[in-house]
């Protein structure tokens, strides 16, 4: 018998550490309706059907645990005490959602950047393939978590779609986050003045760290899910990858004033941009870039 310890334990562990980040998500989406009330409609919208998303993920992990820790813990002797609820299985989809929302708004980060449209054309259609991919996975766990297969049956049914999407994801994080390196780092060649060298350091800097976060969670999930696909260590790793994406998008939106402050004045902002993004004039200086 699986240990609780690796099951209910760590559900129960990965809930609460994803609830915490909740938290962080919730103050920091009040944050960003109370700092740019004149923002365009297209990001207010995606700030709050981020926050949605994160909300119904969120119901989704509550209800699992607390049926898996009590009313399937109610009957002792029933022999699917270590099934995954179909709740978790739903949330999935909405971690999907999520994924691709935030990966399609770095992507246009990187489409700014690099004045072309065949890189972020081709990230734009694995974020659509991406998305596809959870929503099948998560169909597919739905019907079998529904079908009360135990939960070692239920993580080997869901293994062999998971593995792969969890591991393309990481990898396109990863790359879309060198790729921004790449070009913030081109950017200091052109002769840009110091305080605006000072504002492309740090965004290297937050871009390095959002994009290893996101790939080295999603790493670490796909490789628990392969090791060990009898407990449900990967899920509260999984968990917990969902509000890393969503905490990342809402910490670049949220910082573009403090950004501007390290540039003393030689950059301007497009204002027909659909997002805030990071523009270099004809002198080579640099913008926020949300």
Same mark, same amino acid.
């Not at 920091?28 to 365009?40: E, H, V």
């Not at 054309?121 to 135990?150: E, H, P, V």
């Given at each position: 018998?699986?240990?609780?310890?690796?099951?209910?334990?760590? %559900?129960?562990?990965?809930? %609460?550490?994803?609830?915490?980040?909740?938290?962080?998500?919730?103050?920091?989406?009040?944050?960003?309706?109370?700092?740019?009330?004149?923002?365009?409609?297209?990001?207010?919208?995606?700030?709050?059907?981020?926050?949605?998303?994160?909300?119904?993920?969120?119901?989704?992990?509550?209800?699992?645990?607390?049926?898996?820790?009590?009313?399937?813990?109610?009957?002792?002797?029933?022999?699917?005490?270590?099934?995954?609820?179909?709740?978790?299985?739903?949330?999935?989809?909405?971690?999907?959602?999520?994924?691709?929302?935030?990966?399609?708004?770095?992507?246009?980060?990187?489409?700014?950047?690099?004045?072309?449209?065949?890189?972020?054309?081709?990230?734009? %259609?694995?974020?659509?393939?991406?998305?596809?991919?959870?929503?099948?996975?998560?169909?597919?766990?739905?019907?079998?978590?529904?079908?009360?297969?135990?939960?070692?049956? /239920?993580?080997?049914?869901?293994?062999?779609?998971?593995?792969?999407?969890?591991?393309?994801?990481?990898?396109?994080?990863?790359?879309?986050?060198?790729?921004?390196?790449?070009?913030?780092?081109?950017?200091?060649?052109?002769?840009?003045?110091?305080?605006?060298?000072?504002?492309?350091?740090?965004?290297?800097?937050?871009?390095?760290?959002?994009? %290893?976060?996101?790939?080295?969670?999603?790493?670490?999930?796909?490789?628990?899910?392969?090791?060990?696909?009898?407990?449900?260590?990967?899920?509260?790793?999984?968990?917990?990858?969902?509000?890393?994406?969503?905490?990342?998008?809402?910490?670049?939106?949220?910082?573009?004033?403090?950004?501007?402050?390290?540039?003393?004045?030689?950059?301007?902002?497009?204002?027909?941009?659909?997002?805030?993004?990071?523009?270099?004039?004809? /002198?080579?200086?640099?913008?926020?870039?949300?």
């Amino acid at each position: 018998m699986t240990s609780l310890n690796l099951t209910i334990g760590a %559900l129960e562990v990965g809930v %609460l550490i994803s609830t915490f980040f909740f938290g962080i998500c919730t103050v920091q989406t009040c944050t960003y309706y109370r700092r740019y009330p004149d923002d365009k409609c297209l990001i207010k919208a995606m700030v709050g059907a981020v926050w949605c998303l994160e909300l119904g993920h969120a119901i989704c992990i509550f209800h699992g645990l607390y049926v898996m820790t009590l009313s399937q813990f109610a009957h002792p002797g029933s022999k699917h005490k270590y099934h995954m609820n179909p709740t978790f299985a739903i949330a999935s989809l909405f971690s999907g959602c999520i994924a691709t929302l935030v990966q399609a708004y770095f992507t246009h980060r990187l489409r700014i950047l690099s004045k072309t449209i065949y890189l972020p054309t081709f990230f734009w %259609l694995c974020s659509i393939l991406r998305l596809a991919g959870w929503i099948w996975a998560g169909s597919a766990g739905i019907i079998a978590c529904t079908r009360l297969y135990s939960g070692a049956s /239920s993580a080997h049914n869901w293994r062999w779609p998971l593995v792969p999407l969890l591991a393309f994801g990481a990898c396109v994080d990863f790359i879309i986050a060198i790729l921004l390196c790449y070009y913030f780092h081109t950017s200091q060649k052109s002769g840009i003045q110091k305080s605006t060298a000072r504002l492309v350091d740090k965004l290297i800097i937050w871009t390095i760290q959002n994009g %290893l976060l996101t790939s080295l969670a999603g790493t670490v999930t796909s490789v628990c899910l392969h090791t060990m696909p009898d407990n449900f260590v990967w899920v509260s790793v999984f968990m917990v990858l969902t509000r890393l994406f969503s905490n990342s998008f809402l910490a670049s939106v949220n910082t573009r004033k403090d950004l501007r402050k390290l540039d003393t004045g030689s950059a301007t902002i497009d204002q027909s941009e659909v997002f805030t993004s990071v523009e270099f004039s004809s /002198s080579g200086s640099a913008e926020d870039n949300c």
